[in-house]
């Protein structure tokens, strides 16, 4: 059955980092690209980072470029999201998504159940 659980989430101040860490099971992880998406309170999920099946590829939102960086370790099944310089708007329910696609949250198949990131001012 396949599983991505993530870890790492937490409260932080404004301008410190964090690391999230998604470890999947069940599905040949090299094989898929891999997303972070968010979601803040009342909101909708949007996406955050993706990154290619081999790590070469990375893509991100507008919003998070020049501080986040997301990466992977396919011998760990295992990708990441470095966040840093966090901002009091980078509040929300993180998760990461398994599938074939970069920011669109239609073309990821598999979820992980979110890490609550809260960044205080």
């Known amino acids: 059955q396949v599983q991505l659980v993530e870890s790492g989430g937490g409260l932080v101040q404004a301008g410190g980092s964090l690391r999230l860490s998604c470890a999947a099971s069940?599905?040949?992880?090299?094989?898929?690209?891999m997303g972070w998406f968010r979601q803040a309170p009342g909101k909708e999920r949007v996406f955050v980072g993706g990154i290619s099946w081999s790590g070469l590829s990375t893509y991100y939102a507008d919003s998070v470029k020049g501080r986040f960086t997301i990466s992977r370790d396919n011998a760990k099944n295992t990708v990441y999201l470095q966040m840093n310089s966090l901002k009091p708007e980078d509040t929300a329910v993180y998760y990461c998504?398994?599938?074939?696609?970069?920011?669109?949250?239609?073309?990821?198949?598999?979820w992980g159940q979110g890490t609550q990131v809260t960044v205080s001012s």
């Open positions: 998504a398994a599938g074939r696609g970069y920011d669109s949250a239609g073309l990821y198949t598999y």
């Open positions: 069940g599905l040949t992880f090299n094989s898929y690209a």
